[in-house]
């Protein structure tokens, strides 16, 4: 690369790095049990840098860019992304005493934030862009937006597997559930519960075996289920083995199942 590339390069990262102009004064909200949060408007209002501080969470510390959402009457959302997916992680909504701020992480419960006059005099918008920049180049929020395709894999198998779990429990007999991942694209994973679709033929055999003692003689004549996505709903019997097909805009699955499963 030349020198003239070189400048070139360095001028566009500092016009793109400084292209984040704040407002004036952060807001800072207790969200109780030591944890923090610091929201830093953009001067034009349409973004906010946010900050979650004092969690045991991969979020804690991080600096991420939101997009703000106007919904009107004063109300609104900050979104970014997350796990490849857009995720709201701070919402406003006018109540009966005012203004209220609610924060959501992955994986917890939404915290119920309180405005902290105090710290949000000493907060410093200055100090959190910098912060920002430096995780930015450090790849920190690239990182958390990306969709960690494997890990969502892992735990839809190991949801699936409690699932198959206690259903077996309840027959008294090895229930299995096998989904050809490799098969189910990203969007798929990111948007539905796989394991809520293809765990609802073994839900089914285990009200079956609750509801009626006799049926678990059935139950236990069956090898398993193999579950995949297509474009209708459809379950077949082959060899003793269920071949279900779900689709996510089929409704009353659960009656569908349970009816072959009585009449099979």
Not at 76 to 101: P, V
Not at 117 to 140: D, H, I
Request: charged share 25%; with cysteine.
């Amino acid at each position: 690369m030349t020198r003239l590339s070189l400048l070139f390069a360095a001028s566009l990262f500092t016009l793109n790095a400084s292209a984040l102009e704040l407002a004036k004064y952060p807001q800072v909200f207790d969200a109780g049990k030591g944890i923090s949060v610091t929201l830093a408007p953009s001067a034009d209002g349409k973004q906010a840098l946010l900050q979650v501080s004092g969690i045991n969470h991969p979020l804690d510390e991080v600096v991420l860019l939101t997009t703000v959402h106007e919904r009107g009457n004063d109300e609104r959302d900050y979104g970014t992304t997350l796990d490849g997916s857009a995720y709201n992680m701070l919402i406003k909504r006018q109540g009966w005493g005012g203004e209220q701020y609610q924060l959501y992480l992955p994986d917890t419960e939404g915290f119920q934030l309180g405005f902290d006059e105090e710290q949000s005099k000493a907060a410093k918008p200055a100090a959190l862009l910098a912060l920002y920049e430096k995780q930015k180049q450090e790849g920190v929020q690239d990182k958390l937006a990306a969709f960690d395709r494997e890990r969502q894999v892992q735990a839809f198998v190991s949801a699936l597997q409690q699932i198959d779990k206690e259903a077996s429990s309840t027959c008294g007999t090895p229930l299995a559930t096998k989904v050809d991942w490799s098969a189910l694209d990203d969007d798929i994973l990111k948007r539905l519960s796989v394991p809520s679709f293809c765990g609802e033929v073994v839900s089914q055999v285990a009200t079956l075996c609750e509801r009626d003692e006799a049926y678990k003689a059935q139950a236990k004549t069956l090898k398993g289920v193999e579950c995949a996505f297509g474009s209708r709903i459809k379950l077949r019997e082959k060899d003793a083995t269920l071949s279900f097909t779900t689709h996510e805009d089929e409704p009353n699955q659960g009656d569908f199942i349970n009816a072959f499963l009585r009449n099979r």
